[in-house]
């Protein structure tokens, strides 16, 4: 686990882009457990833009903090709370494609093990009329929120008057232990849960007033098993649509 990455002491000094680099590496190779991925979330050091990646491993807490200033892009490391690393990158760096890999491999990780689970559907089993028909709203009622929602984020990255904002969290959440892929972004608070019985677990709170927390009340919510997998393909192309926004 990443309590093998010796090379993680104090280091703020010339050698830091390199450790920097081990850690990206490093973490593309071990099993995570939980990531939270804050985008513009709030201010660091008077920057253009914010990025924070936590991951949480059986041993560790990692949590990266990046920041787009005029000199450079700040990047500081903490392991278990404790300052490891702080080092200003060339914009151009190679270590924010590093950063890109991981984000890939991470989330590309835990959209085959919702694919696998989801996949696994028990011999027999049959749906009525009144399953299939509400799954079917429900698909449809996603396919049009996240087509809306995809256009949003879009015009958010290709408009410097507007600010693109997301928080992305996923894998085995600490305090459930089920599989969650949980995105908010604009107006909707999205979660995709996998409980123990072989079901897409979904809530979705549409907060209309744009101000996250705002509504109490999901405007989508059920366990759902007919049309699991096509939900999930809905999620996945809309994290496509997020994902350069996400990376650098």
């Known amino acids: 686990m990443f309590s093998s990455l010796n090379f993680l002491k104090k280091i703020f000094n010339p050698h830091a882009p390199k450790a920097l680099s081990q850690f990206y590496q490093q973490a593309g190779r071990e099993k995570i457990q ?13 920057s253009f ?13 990692f949590s990266l903090k990046m920041a787009e200033t005029k000199v450079g892009i700040l990047h500081q490391l903490w392991r278990n709370q404790e300052s490891v690393l702080k080092s200003n990158i060339e914009p151009h760096s190679t270590l924010l494609l590093e950063f890109n890999l991981l984000i890939d491999k991470l989330i ?3 959209i085959l093990y919702f694919q696998s689970a989801l996949n696994q559907v028990p011999l027999g089993k049959t749906f009525s009329t009144a399953e299939v028909s509400q799954e079917e709203k429900a698909l449809e009622w996603m396919r049009v929120s996240f087509q809306v929602l995809g256009k949003a984020v879009i015009e958010s990255l290709t408009n410097p008057e507007l600010l693109f904002q997301t928080l992305l969290f996923f894998g085995k959440n600490p305090k459930t232990a089920h599989h969650e892929i949980r995105v908010i972004t604009f107006n909707l608070d999205i979660k995709f849960e996998l409980p123990d019985n072989g079901v897409l677990r979904v809530k979705i709170y549409n907060d209309k007033s744009a101000e996250f927390g705002s509504t109490n009340k999901a405007v989508l919510e059920g366990d759902f098993n007919f049309r699991k997998r096509e939900m999930l393909d809905e999620l996945t192309n809309l994290c496509s649509v997020l994902a350069p926004g996400i990376k650098w």
């Open 34 to 46: 939980w990531v939270s991925l804050a985008i513009n979330k709030k201010s660091i050091a008077d």
């Open 49 to 61: 833009l914010t990025k924070e990646l936590d991951l949480l491993t059986e041993a560790d807490f």
């Open 108 to 110: 590309e990780n835990e």
